[in-house]
């Protein structure tokens, strides 16, 4: 079987090189991820960029699903002699498309990049043949959101953990008016947590469907936005808890992150071992991060040492603009199958 996925251009011709090589990475996980024998290869129709696989067995309706969620692709055709047939959508879509897009800030990162890394995370974890349920996606340095949203947008249940109060302030307002304008019924609900019987922040939950029969019913997602320091992560989330945790670091060398005494690399070191606490054996913790700013053999030992292994995703570096050259890695917790 031959198919071709043209992929989404992007509007920094700068970037493209970059975007190809995320893609190429990204579809090279789900094959493998459904252990299908294929071979990879680019190439340029009427002018667009491809990626063309072919496989020696047709495949089956579950894995063009899969397919389907490479974040990088635009829309996928089946090669059939000269003819190229458009297949349709399977992309894994719970709510509005534009949730993760509406929120603009300073800093943000590209969302089809944050989307492809929830797709690799699923694709490494012993989660991937059941990447259509109800997993669990957390961000330990969530910013204003991104990574939740996507993860709800999917239908996944969405966990945010931010040191930031204004972050926080912020993406609750938006997801409240979110939510009234596109008339989605939910519940929201703010609590005050505690860490080791002191105040450790604030957590704003939401809970919501798709539809009002299904809220009625009880068929609901959830996301909840955690104001508090990620190093106390298994006082907010209960131990083999979450699926995936997916997570873009701070560009920045002095970033305040989580501490008035750490910088980016300190609070990320210590925090690995909680954050390997609260997800589920089998599943991943996937990072990107600046690599003026962290090596990667440092954080790779980092999390060896919180008790992950590595896995090899190939090469993953590129360019994103003068300050930043940025790089990911996926640890994973190694656990009984799916």
């Given at each position: 079987?031959?198919?071709?996925l ?49 496989t020696e067995?047709?495949?089956s ?51 089809m990049f ?62 409240n ?8 019924k ?16 604030t ?5 919501f ?56 690399f ?16 089998g599943g ?10 962290i ?7 980092e ?13 993953m ?22």
């Amino acid at each position: 079987m031959k198919l071709a996925l043209l992929l989404y251009p992007h509007q920094n011709i700068r970037y493209r090189p970059s975007l190809l090589q995320i893609a190429e990475g990204e579809t090279k996980m789900i094959m493998n991820a459904m252990e299908v024998s294929f071979s990879l290869t680019r190439e340029m129709i009427g002018g667009a960029q491809f990626l063309i696989i072919e496989t020696e067995k047709e495949m089956s309706r579950g894995e063009l699903a899969q397919i389907w969620q490479c974040a990088s692709m635009y829309m996928l055709f089946e090669c059939v002699g000269e003819e190229m047939r458009p297949l349709p959508s399977m992309r894994l879509q719970y709510i509005g498309e534009d949730l993760p897009y509406l929120l603009k800030y300073k800093g943000k990162t590209n969302e089809m990049f944050t989307d492809s890394m929830i797709t690799m995370g699923v694709c490494c974890s012993d989660f991937a043949r059941v990447f259509d349920s109800q997993l669990i996606v957390c961000d330990p340095m969530a910013g204003k959101g991104t990574t939740p949203m996507l993860a709800i947008k999917r239908g996944y249940h969405g966990v945010g953990i931010e040191i930031g109060k204004s972050n926080v302030e912020e993406v609750t307002g938006y997801m409240n008016r979110y939510f009234e304008f596109h008339k989605i019924k939910y519940k929201h609900q703010a609590t005050s947590l505690t860490v080791r019987g002191k105040n450790g922040g604030t957590q704003h939950k939401w809970v919501f469907s798709d539809s009002n029969a299904h809220f009625k019913d009880g068929d609901t997602r959830s996301f909840r936005m955690i104001c508090g320091d990620t190093r106390n992560a298994m006082a907010y989330l209960k131990g083999n808890s979450v699926h995936l945790m997916v997570t873009d670091l701070p560009y920045g060398v002095q970033t305040g992150t989580a501490g008035k005494e750490d910088g980016l690399f300190a609070t990320v070191s210590k925090a690995l071992p909680e954050w390997f606490a609260c997800i589920k054996p089998g599943g991943t913790l996937c990072m990107s991060f600046n690599t003026h700013t962290i090596r990667r053999d440092n954080l790779v030992s980092e999390g060896i040492r919180a008790g992950f292994t590595h896995v090899e995703t190939g090469e993953m570096n590129h360019w994103v603009e003068q300050a930043i050259e940025r790089d990911l890695i996926v640890l994973k917790k190694e656990g009984k199958k799916a």
